[in-house]
Protein backbone atom coordinates (compact mmCIF):
# COMPACT_ATOMS: atom_id res chain seq x y z
CA UNK A 1 0.00 0.00 0.00
CA UNK A 2 2.83 2.24 -0.86
CA UNK A 3 2.27 5.92 -1.39
CA UNK A 4 -1.24 6.24 0.12
CA UNK A 5 -0.06 9.52 1.86
CA UNK A 6 0.42 11.15 -1.18
CA UNK A 7 -2.59 12.53 -1.44
CA UNK A 8 -2.69 16.18 -0.03
CA UNK A 9 -4.97 16.69 3.59
CA UNK A 10 -8.18 19.07 2.26
CA UNK A 11 -8.15 21.63 4.36
CA UNK A 12 -11.92 21.68 5.63
CA UNK A 13 -10.69 18.47 7.91
CA UNK A 14 -14.21 16.54 7.01
CA UNK A 15 -13.47 12.93 6.26
CA UNK A 16 -14.12 12.00 2.47
CA UNK A 17 -16.34 8.57 2.36
CA UNK A 18 -15.19 6.10 -0.59
CA UNK A 19 -17.61 3.18 -2.10
CA UNK A 20 -15.57 0.27 -2.97
CA UNK A 21 -18.10 -2.29 -4.96
CA UNK A 22 -16.46 -5.55 -5.46
CA UNK A 23 -16.84 -8.25 -8.17
CA UNK A 24 -19.22 -10.58 -7.78
CA UNK A 25 -21.52 -11.74 -10.68
CA UNK A 26 -24.99 -12.19 -10.05
CA UNK A 27 -24.15 -11.99 -6.18
CA UNK A 28 -23.82 -7.86 -6.46
CA UNK A 29 -27.21 -7.93 -6.18
CA UNK A 30 -26.31 -8.09 -2.27
CA UNK A 31 -24.85 -4.70 -2.58
CA UNK A 32 -27.70 -3.28 -4.33
CA UNK A 33 -29.32 -4.54 -1.00
CA UNK A 34 -27.03 -2.47 0.92
CA UNK A 35 -27.67 0.89 -0.72
CA UNK A 36 -30.99 0.36 -0.68
CA UNK A 37 -30.56 0.61 3.30
CA UNK A 38 -28.59 3.48 2.98
CA UNK A 39 -30.82 5.53 1.14
CA UNK A 40 -33.50 5.39 3.77
CA UNK A 41 -31.10 5.61 6.33
CA UNK A 42 -29.62 8.92 4.57
CA UNK A 43 -32.70 10.85 3.96
CA UNK A 44 -31.14 13.55 1.74
CA UNK A 45 -30.11 13.48 -1.60
CA UNK A 46 -26.82 14.94 -1.68
CA UNK A 47 -24.42 11.94 -2.60
CA UNK A 48 -23.27 10.80 0.55
CA UNK A 49 -20.17 9.19 -1.39
CA UNK A 50 -17.50 11.44 -3.13
CA UNK A 51 -15.75 8.20 -4.39
CA UNK A 52 -16.75 5.71 -5.64
CA UNK A 53 -14.84 2.51 -6.99
CA UNK A 54 -16.28 -0.39 -8.93
CA UNK A 55 -14.78 -3.96 -10.14
CA UNK A 56 -16.74 -6.49 -12.34
CA UNK A 57 -20.41 -6.20 -11.67
CA UNK A 58 -19.18 -4.00 -8.95
CA UNK A 59 -18.06 -1.65 -11.74
CA UNK A 60 -21.90 -1.50 -12.94
CA UNK A 61 -23.75 -0.12 -9.99
CA UNK A 62 -20.33 2.27 -9.66
CA UNK A 63 -21.36 3.50 -13.12
CA UNK A 64 -25.04 3.98 -12.32
CA UNK A 65 -24.20 5.92 -9.04
CA UNK A 66 -21.30 7.94 -10.41
CA UNK A 67 -23.39 9.14 -13.55
CA UNK A 68 -26.52 10.08 -11.05
CA UNK A 69 -24.76 11.21 -8.44
CA UNK A 70 -26.85 14.97 -7.60
CA UNK A 71 -30.10 12.29 -6.87
CA UNK A 72 -28.08 8.86 -5.50
CA UNK A 73 -31.30 7.68 -3.98
CA UNK A 74 -33.28 7.54 -7.73
CA UNK A 75 -29.76 5.95 -8.96
CA UNK A 76 -30.43 3.26 -6.34
CA UNK A 77 -34.03 2.80 -7.25
CA UNK A 78 -33.07 2.33 -10.70
CA UNK A 79 -30.43 -0.18 -10.04
CA UNK A 80 -32.61 -1.82 -7.24
CA UNK A 81 -35.98 -2.00 -10.17
CA UNK A 82 -33.08 -3.51 -12.49
CA UNK A 83 -31.37 -6.43 -10.26
CA UNK A 84 -34.99 -7.10 -8.78
CA UNK A 85 -36.20 -8.46 -12.49
CA UNK A 86 -33.20 -9.74 -13.41
CA UNK A 87 -32.92 -12.34 -16.21
CA UNK A 88 -30.07 -14.21 -17.65
CA UNK A 89 -30.56 -13.18 -21.09
CA UNK A 90 -29.83 -9.64 -20.12
CA UNK A 91 -26.41 -10.36 -19.81
CA UNK A 92 -26.04 -13.33 -22.10
CA UNK A 93 -27.39 -15.73 -24.73
CA UNK A 94 -28.87 -18.45 -22.64
CA UNK A 95 -31.35 -19.78 -25.13
CA UNK A 96 -31.02 -23.42 -26.82
CA UNK A 97 -29.54 -22.22 -29.93
CA UNK A 98 -26.67 -19.79 -29.01
CA UNK A 99 -25.84 -22.71 -26.39
CA UNK A 100 -25.75 -25.43 -29.07
CA UNK A 101 -23.66 -22.98 -31.61
CA UNK A 102 -21.26 -22.05 -28.57
CA UNK A 103 -20.88 -25.67 -27.79
CA UNK A 104 -20.36 -27.47 -31.17
CA UNK A 105 -18.10 -24.24 -32.09
CA UNK A 106 -15.81 -25.62 -28.87
CA UNK A 107 -16.06 -29.12 -30.28
CA UNK A 108 -14.85 -28.37 -33.88
CA UNK A 109 -12.25 -26.19 -32.51
CA UNK A 110 -10.70 -29.21 -30.35
CA UNK A 111 -10.99 -31.63 -33.21
CA UNK A 112 -9.89 -29.81 -35.81
CA UNK A 113 -6.85 -28.61 -33.83
CA UNK A 114 -8.30 -24.92 -34.50
CA UNK A 115 -7.16 -25.58 -38.50
CA UNK A 116 -11.40 -25.54 -39.28
CA UNK A 117 -12.29 -22.97 -36.75
CA UNK A 118 -10.26 -20.75 -34.29
CA UNK A 119 -11.61 -21.21 -30.51
CA UNK A 120 -14.43 -18.87 -29.46
CA UNK A 121 -13.63 -15.65 -27.63
CA UNK A 122 -15.46 -16.68 -24.51
CA UNK A 123 -17.74 -19.54 -23.16
CA UNK A 124 -20.45 -17.09 -23.07
CA UNK A 125 -21.75 -14.23 -25.64
CA UNK A 126 -22.45 -11.03 -23.62
CA UNK A 127 -23.73 -8.82 -25.86
CA UNK A 128 -27.18 -8.18 -24.27
CA UNK A 129 -25.11 -6.89 -21.56
CA UNK A 130 -23.51 -4.38 -23.43
CA UNK A 131 -27.32 -3.40 -24.53
CA UNK A 132 -28.44 -3.30 -20.85
CA UNK A 133 -25.57 -1.05 -19.78
CA UNK A 134 -25.95 1.06 -23.05
CA UNK A 135 -30.01 2.17 -21.43
CA UNK A 136 -29.38 1.82 -18.03
CA UNK A 137 -25.59 3.88 -17.58
CA UNK A 138 -25.25 7.26 -18.96
CA UNK A 139 -22.07 7.77 -18.85
CA UNK A 140 -21.67 11.28 -20.01
CA UNK A 141 -23.61 12.10 -16.51
CA UNK A 142 -20.46 10.92 -15.06
CA UNK A 143 -18.29 13.86 -16.04
CA UNK A 144 -21.59 16.39 -15.20
CA UNK A 145 -21.63 14.80 -11.71
CA UNK A 146 -17.56 15.55 -10.87
CA UNK A 147 -17.79 19.08 -12.61
CA UNK A 148 -21.18 20.33 -10.76
CA UNK A 149 -19.60 19.45 -7.57
CA UNK A 150 -21.57 16.30 -6.94
CA UNK A 151 -18.47 13.76 -7.16
CA UNK A 152 -15.09 13.79 -6.64
CA UNK A 153 -13.88 10.56 -8.42
CA UNK A 154 -15.20 7.53 -10.22
CA UNK A 155 -12.80 4.62 -10.92
CA UNK A 156 -13.31 1.44 -12.54
CA UNK A 157 -10.56 -1.62 -12.49
CA UNK A 158 -9.37 -3.82 -15.37
CA UNK A 159 -6.87 -5.51 -15.93
CA UNK A 160 -4.58 -5.45 -19.30
CA UNK A 161 -3.87 -8.28 -20.99
CA UNK A 162 -1.10 -6.97 -22.76
CA UNK A 163 1.15 -5.79 -19.56
CA UNK A 164 -0.61 -7.80 -16.57
CA UNK A 165 -1.15 -4.63 -14.89
CA UNK A 166 -4.24 -3.57 -12.43
CA UNK A 167 -5.45 -0.16 -14.44
CA UNK A 168 -7.51 1.52 -12.26
CA UNK A 169 -9.49 3.97 -15.09
CA UNK A 170 -10.78 7.06 -13.08
CA UNK A 171 -12.45 10.38 -14.24
CA UNK A 172 -12.13 12.90 -11.29
CA UNK A 173 -11.40 16.71 -10.25
CA UNK A 174 -8.53 18.52 -11.52
CA UNK A 175 -6.32 17.86 -8.58
CA UNK A 176 -6.35 14.11 -9.19
CA UNK A 177 -3.17 12.85 -10.80
CA UNK A 178 -2.12 9.41 -12.43
CA UNK A 179 -0.13 6.98 -10.11
CA UNK A 180 2.30 4.28 -11.26
CA UNK A 181 3.16 1.64 -7.97
CA UNK A 182 4.17 -2.19 -8.98
CA UNK A 183 1.47 -3.68 -11.33
CA UNK A 184 -0.82 -1.33 -10.63
CA UNK A 185 -1.29 1.97 -12.35
CA UNK A 186 -4.22 4.61 -12.13
CA UNK A 187 -5.49 6.58 -15.82
CA UNK A 188 -7.29 9.32 -16.26
CA UNK A 189 -10.27 8.98 -18.94
CA UNK A 190 -13.72 9.56 -20.27
CA UNK A 191 -15.79 6.78 -19.30
CA UNK A 192 -17.38 4.98 -21.92
CA UNK A 193 -19.42 1.30 -22.49
CA UNK A 194 -16.60 0.07 -22.78
CA UNK A 195 -14.59 0.23 -19.94
CA UNK A 196 -17.94 -1.32 -17.76
CA UNK A 197 -17.75 -4.36 -19.81
CA UNK A 198 -14.00 -4.02 -19.49
CA UNK A 199 -14.19 -4.36 -15.95
CA UNK A 200 -16.67 -7.14 -16.24
CA UNK A 201 -15.00 -9.28 -18.94
CA UNK A 202 -14.44 -12.31 -16.26
CA UNK A 203 -11.77 -14.21 -17.79
CA UNK A 204 -12.61 -17.69 -20.26
CA UNK A 205 -16.85 -16.88 -19.63
CA UNK A 206 -16.63 -13.27 -21.44
CA UNK A 207 -14.46 -11.88 -24.48
CA UNK A 208 -11.77 -9.35 -23.58
CA UNK A 209 -12.36 -5.64 -24.46
CA UNK A 210 -10.18 -3.73 -26.87
CA UNK A 211 -9.45 -0.38 -25.55
CA UNK A 212 -6.80 1.59 -27.30
CA UNK A 213 -4.31 -0.87 -28.26
CA UNK A 214 -4.63 -3.19 -25.46
CA UNK A 215 -7.42 -5.78 -24.73
CA UNK A 216 -8.73 -5.82 -20.68
CA UNK A 217 -10.39 -8.41 -18.89
CA UNK A 218 -11.91 -8.40 -15.09
CA UNK A 219 -10.41 -6.08 -13.15
CA UNK A 220 -10.36 -8.23 -10.19
CA UNK A 221 -7.16 -10.43 -11.92
CA UNK A 222 -4.60 -8.63 -10.71
CA UNK A 223 -6.08 -6.21 -7.83
CA UNK A 224 -3.57 -7.22 -5.42
CA UNK A 225 -4.59 -4.00 -3.34
CA UNK A 226 -8.28 -3.49 -3.90
CA UNK A 227 -8.37 -0.68 -2.03
CA UNK A 228 -5.35 1.47 -3.08
CA UNK A 229 -7.41 3.36 -6.05
CA UNK A 230 -9.95 4.76 -3.51
CA UNK A 231 -7.18 6.11 -1.46
CA UNK A 232 -5.28 7.26 -4.04
CA UNK A 233 -8.68 9.39 -4.95
CA UNK A 234 -8.44 11.15 -1.89
CA UNK A 235 -10.83 8.77 0.58
CA UNK A 236 -10.27 9.14 4.14
CA UNK A 237 -13.09 6.59 4.75
CA UNK A 238 -13.85 3.48 2.79
CA UNK A 239 -17.27 1.59 2.87
CA UNK A 240 -16.42 -1.67 1.23
CA UNK A 241 -19.38 -4.03 0.39
CA UNK A 242 -18.12 -7.59 -0.47
CA UNK A 243 -20.45 -10.52 -1.69
CA UNK A 244 -18.85 -14.15 0.27
CA UNK A 245 -20.21 -14.28 4.05
CA UNK A 246 -16.91 -14.32 5.89
CA UNK A 247 -16.63 -18.05 6.82
CA UNK A 248 -17.41 -19.66 3.28
CA UNK A 249 -14.18 -19.38 1.39
CA UNK A 250 -14.50 -23.59 0.40
CA UNK A 251 -15.39 -25.43 -2.22
CA UNK A 252 -18.76 -26.73 -1.27
CA UNK A 253 -21.37 -26.75 1.52
CA UNK A 254 -22.17 -29.58 3.85
CA UNK A 255 -20.00 -32.21 1.91
CA UNK A 256 -17.44 -34.97 2.72
CA UNK A 257 -13.41 -33.04 2.37
CA UNK A 258 -12.52 -36.65 0.60
CA UNK A 259 -15.10 -36.38 -2.24
CA UNK A 260 -12.85 -35.08 -5.89
CA UNK A 261 -14.38 -31.55 -6.46
CA UNK A 262 -15.93 -31.41 -9.65
CA UNK A 263 -14.40 -29.00 -12.88
CA UNK A 264 -17.47 -26.69 -12.19
CA UNK A 265 -17.06 -26.34 -8.24
CA UNK A 266 -13.27 -25.53 -8.87
CA UNK A 267 -14.42 -22.66 -11.57
CA UNK A 268 -16.45 -21.41 -9.18
CA UNK A 269 -13.93 -21.50 -6.44
CA UNK A 270 -11.97 -19.62 -8.65
CA UNK A 271 -14.28 -17.15 -9.24
CA UNK A 272 -14.79 -17.00 -5.50
CA UNK A 273 -10.76 -16.39 -5.00
CA UNK A 274 -10.49 -14.01 -7.77
CA UNK A 275 -13.51 -11.70 -6.26
CA UNK A 276 -12.82 -11.33 -2.55
CA UNK A 277 -9.61 -12.77 -1.16
CA UNK A 278 -7.77 -9.91 -2.42
CA UNK A 279 -10.15 -7.74 -0.58
CA UNK A 280 -9.40 -9.24 3.27
CA UNK A 281 -6.28 -8.69 2.88
CA UNK A 282 -5.80 -5.75 1.70
CA UNK A 283 -7.96 -4.78 4.81
CA UNK A 284 -5.52 -6.71 7.28
CA UNK A 285 -2.24 -4.89 5.86
CA UNK A 286 -4.46 -1.37 5.72
CA UNK A 287 -4.99 -2.08 9.13
CA UNK A 288 -1.49 -2.67 10.32
CA UNK A 289 -0.78 0.58 8.44
CA UNK A 290 -2.74 2.22 10.57
CA UNK A 291 -1.72 0.87 13.46
CA UNK A 292 1.78 1.98 12.61
CA UNK A 293 0.58 4.98 12.07
CA UNK A 294 -1.11 5.63 15.35
CA UNK A 295 1.69 3.79 17.45
CA UNK A 296 5.00 5.44 15.46
CA UNK A 297 4.01 8.28 12.77
CA UNK A 298 7.50 9.61 12.44
CA UNK A 299 7.85 5.35 11.06
CA UNK A 300 4.84 6.13 8.46
CA UNK A 301 6.37 8.34 6.14
CA UNK A 302 3.26 10.58 5.87
CA UNK A 303 0.92 7.96 5.79
CA UNK A 304 -2.38 8.93 6.94
CA UNK A 305 -4.72 6.21 8.32
CA UNK A 306 -7.74 5.09 6.16
CA UNK A 307 -10.60 3.75 8.36
CA UNK A 308 -12.81 0.84 6.67
CA UNK A 309 -16.00 -0.51 7.37
CA UNK A 310 -16.58 -3.58 5.32
CA UNK A 311 -20.16 -5.44 4.98
CA UNK A 312 -20.53 -8.95 3.57
CA UNK A 313 -23.73 -11.27 3.23
CA UNK A 314 -24.57 -13.02 6.74
CA UNK A 315 -26.16 -16.08 4.84
CA UNK A 316 -24.26 -17.88 2.50
CA UNK A 317 -25.07 -16.86 -1.15
CA UNK A 318 -24.34 -20.67 -2.11
CA UNK A 319 -27.23 -21.83 0.13
CA UNK A 320 -29.59 -19.39 -1.13
CA UNK A 321 -28.50 -20.07 -5.09
CA UNK A 322 -29.87 -23.88 -4.48
CA UNK A 323 -33.19 -23.04 -3.55
CA UNK A 324 -33.60 -20.59 -6.74
CA UNK A 325 -31.72 -22.89 -9.58
CA UNK A 326 -34.73 -24.43 -10.96
CA UNK A 327 -35.31 -20.40 -11.94
CA UNK A 328 -32.15 -21.06 -14.34
CA UNK A 329 -32.38 -20.76 -18.24
CA UNK A 330 -32.10 -24.80 -19.44
CA UNK A 331 -29.84 -24.29 -21.55
CA UNK A 332 -27.26 -22.63 -18.73
CA UNK A 333 -28.93 -25.13 -16.18
CA UNK A 334 -27.64 -27.89 -18.91
CA UNK A 335 -23.94 -26.79 -19.02
CA UNK A 336 -23.70 -26.26 -15.07
CA UNK A 337 -24.86 -29.97 -15.43
CA UNK A 338 -22.49 -31.12 -17.35
CA UNK A 339 -19.06 -29.40 -15.68
CA UNK A 340 -20.39 -30.33 -12.26
CA UNK A 341 -21.20 -26.73 -11.23
CA UNK A 342 -24.88 -27.63 -9.78
CA UNK A 343 -26.02 -30.31 -7.86
CA UNK A 344 -26.72 -30.99 -4.52
CA UNK A 345 -22.73 -31.03 -3.60
CA UNK A 346 -22.62 -26.98 -3.95
CA UNK A 347 -23.55 -24.12 -5.89
CA UNK A 348 -20.98 -21.84 -5.88
CA UNK A 349 -20.56 -21.68 -9.78
CA UNK A 350 -24.21 -20.75 -10.03
CA UNK A 351 -24.81 -18.05 -7.33
CA UNK A 352 -22.50 -16.03 -9.57
CA UNK A 353 -23.95 -16.66 -12.92
CA UNK A 354 -27.83 -16.82 -11.65
CA UNK A 355 -29.12 -14.14 -12.90
CA UNK A 356 -32.80 -14.99 -12.14
CA UNK A 357 -35.39 -12.48 -10.20
CA UNK A 358 -35.86 -14.42 -7.55
CA UNK A 359 -32.52 -15.11 -6.46
CA UNK A 360 -31.24 -11.32 -6.99
CA UNK A 361 -34.25 -10.51 -4.64
CA UNK A 362 -33.39 -12.67 -2.14
CA UNK A 363 -29.78 -11.15 -1.94
CA UNK A 364 -31.16 -7.72 -2.36
CA UNK A 365 -33.28 -8.61 0.92
CA UNK A 366 -30.32 -10.36 2.64
CA UNK A 367 -28.28 -7.48 2.11
CA UNK A 368 -31.01 -4.72 3.33
CA UNK A 369 -31.55 -7.15 6.13
CA UNK A 370 -27.70 -7.16 7.07
CA UNK A 371 -27.31 -3.12 6.74
CA UNK A 372 -30.42 -2.26 8.76
CA UNK A 373 -28.91 -4.71 11.13
CA UNK A 374 -25.68 -2.71 11.04
CA UNK A 375 -27.35 0.89 10.55
CA UNK A 376 -25.29 2.26 14.05
CA UNK A 377 -22.35 1.39 12.85
CA UNK A 378 -23.25 2.27 9.23
CA UNK A 379 -24.59 5.70 10.19
CA UNK A 380 -21.63 6.11 12.64
CA UNK A 381 -18.99 5.52 10.45
CA UNK A 382 -21.11 7.41 7.68
CA UNK A 383 -21.04 10.56 10.03
CA UNK A 384 -17.45 10.40 11.02
CA UNK A 385 -17.35 9.43 14.20
CA UNK A 386 -15.12 6.62 15.26
CA UNK A 387 -16.52 3.36 16.00
CA UNK A 388 -15.66 0.48 18.31
CA UNK A 389 -12.84 -2.15 18.08
CA UNK A 390 -15.47 -4.91 17.72
CA UNK A 391 -17.48 -7.11 14.94
CA UNK A 392 -20.74 -4.67 14.66
CA UNK A 393 -22.90 -7.31 13.68
CA UNK A 394 -23.10 -10.58 11.56
CA UNK A 395 -21.42 -10.06 8.35
CA UNK A 396 -19.98 -6.76 9.33
CA UNK A 397 -16.25 -6.29 9.89
CA UNK A 398 -14.28 -3.17 10.96
CA UNK A 399 -10.57 -2.57 10.29
CA UNK A 400 -8.99 0.48 11.53
Known amino acids: MDGFGDTAIRPDLRPTVGLVLTGGGARSAYQVGVLRALAELLPRARNPFQIIVGTSAGAVAAGVLAAEAHHWRRAVAGLEQVWANFRSSQVFHVNARHMMRAGAHWVLALVSGGLVLSPPRSMLDNTPLRELLGVHVDCSGIRRSIARGHLRALALCSTSYATGRSVAFYDGIDSIADWARVQRVGCRTEMTVDHLMASAAIPLLFPPIRIGEEYFGDGAMRQIHPLSPAIHLGADRLLVIGVRARRAAGVTVDRLHTVMPTPGEIFGYMLDTLFTDQIYGDLEQLERINTLVHSAPQAARGERPIETLMLAPSVDPREIASRHVREMPQGLRVLLRVIGGRDE ?9 MFEAGYTRALIELGYRDAMEARSA ?17 GVAQAT
Not at 378 to 387: I, N, P, Q, V
Open 345 to 353: SGYQLASYL
Open 378 to 394: LMAFMSGEKLPQVMTAA
